[in-house]
């Protein structure tokens, strides 16, 4: 049962998977308060037909493709999207990443340039296509609330993130920038949330994954947040509650960013 948090509200979420997705979760729970929304993934991504399960439950959701990067897809997507509606978009959420070198196995050291533009542009640089789009179309409305998700690898090394490290920097960058100048312009506030390892197919795919979120669980006072713990926080974010909060890196991660250790973590280092 919602608390009809987002009553009245119409939004896009971007990169629901499958059950497990954060975009998937988060879709449900916005659904739950409220939300009307129009579900979107790349087209490769929808022939598994999964999406549909989820539209179904969302009261038929329309499903409408769109490869991210592409700003013909785009526009499509902001047009069918406002028809649907009947007016503006009160919320996006932007739940992408591929990385072209990680999932081929290349080494940091020895990225392929080409294939780490590619991943750049779907992980990054697409928020600045998605925000451009709605920008030129005026598809947002005033207040409205952009959310894209994000890991605190973009601060602090974390070797096998690899190439993905660069890409969430410049996503939380454009985030400020795109922030600053929707903001002044529309009142609209962008911000990213910085997500504990969550079991997902993108997440699974970061070598190492089953070390990597152990590791996280022992170094965060609250454990680790799950991918529902995620979708109540892009809720909250995208309700009139938070209405001041812009341009800002936000971390949703147990504890996890501000611990130096834990006690757990002492006394594996001393067995
Ligand atoms: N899982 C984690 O550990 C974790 C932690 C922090 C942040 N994140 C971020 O959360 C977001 C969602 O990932 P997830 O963990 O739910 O995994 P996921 O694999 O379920 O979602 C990633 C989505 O990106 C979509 N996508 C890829 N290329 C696309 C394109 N060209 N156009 C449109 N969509 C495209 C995929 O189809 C998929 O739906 C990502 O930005 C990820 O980096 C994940």
Redesign the pocket.
Known sequence: MGNNLLKGKKGII?????E?????KTALKCYEEGAQIVL???P??LRMGEINKLSEICGKAPVIP????SMDDLKNLFEKSMEHFGGKIDFVL?????GVNVRKGKHYTEMNYEWNQKTLD??SM?LHKVLRTAWDMDALSDWASVV????IAAQRVFPDYNE?ADA?SLLESVTRMFGYYYGEKKKVRVNTV???????????G?KGFDGF?NYAEAMSPLGNAS?EDCANFCVMMFSDYTRMVTMQNLFHDGGFSFTGVTQKVIEKMES
């Not at 894209?148 to 890991?151: E, G, I, K, N, S």
């Not at 910085?194 to 079991?199: K, L, N």
């Open positions: 971007f990169g629901a998977l499958d497990k997705s954060i975009a998937w979107s993934n790349a490769v991504a769109a490869d991210v990067t932007h739940s992408i990443g591929m779907i992980s697409s894209a998700l994000t890991y993905m969430k910085s997500q504990s390892p969550t079991r997902t197919t993108a997440g699974s970061v979120i991918a």
